[in-house]
């Protein structure tokens, strides 16, 4: 079974997270991630988990996925997404993000339906860019003739 494993890149943090996480897995990623954000010495960053394929995980691990979403936001995480393809994932991690205060620097984004999601997650991540806004039509300029 696949574990998560946690990625240093230009933005922050990247996260592969797929299948079931059992405690301890959970356990040996935060530890992981903890020793890549101390790394980055106080600097504020950005944070995309690629959770495809990810499935409901055990009460254990959604409380260690919940402590980590804290500790992340309290080291300096400005903004994240996280990218599923199941709806029992996505309702499972909107509850851990609502209970643990997150959910307001956070986005969701739902790669079986969105096959441009790598670019807004990272329009969110780098940018400010909410993909849950709708995007702007772009202004239509009218010339302007001289009399």
């Given at each position: 079974m696949p574990v998560p494993q946690n990625f240093q890149t230009d933005y922050g943090i990247r996260i592969h997270c797929p299948g079931y996480i059992t405690p301890a897995e959970a356990r040996a990623w935060f530890e992981d991630i903890k020793l890549k954000v101390l790394a980055l010495e106080g600097k504020p960053f950005g944070m995309l988990a690629d959770a495809r394929t990810q499935k409901a995980n055990p009460p254990e691990t959604q409380e260690l996925v919940k402590e980590s979403m804290v500790w992340l936001r309290g080291h300096g995480m400005e903004r994240s997404v996280v990218v599923l393809d199941s709806t029992v994932a996505l309702i499972q991690i909107l509850r851990l993000a609502k209970t643990s205060?997150?959910?307001?620097?956070?986005?969701?984004?739902?790669?079986?339906?969105?096959?441009?999601?790598?670019?807004?997650?990272?329009?969110?991540?780098?940018?400010?860019?909410?993909?849950?806004?709708?995007?702007?039509?772009?202004?239509q300029v009218q010339p302007r003739t001289v009399r």
């Open positions: 205060g997150v959910y307001a620097y956070e986005r969701y984004l739902d790669a079986s339906k969105d096959p441009d999601w790598e670019r807004r997650a990272l329009d969110w991540i780098i940018r400010a860019i909410d993909p849950d806004l709708p995007v702007p039509a772009p202004v």
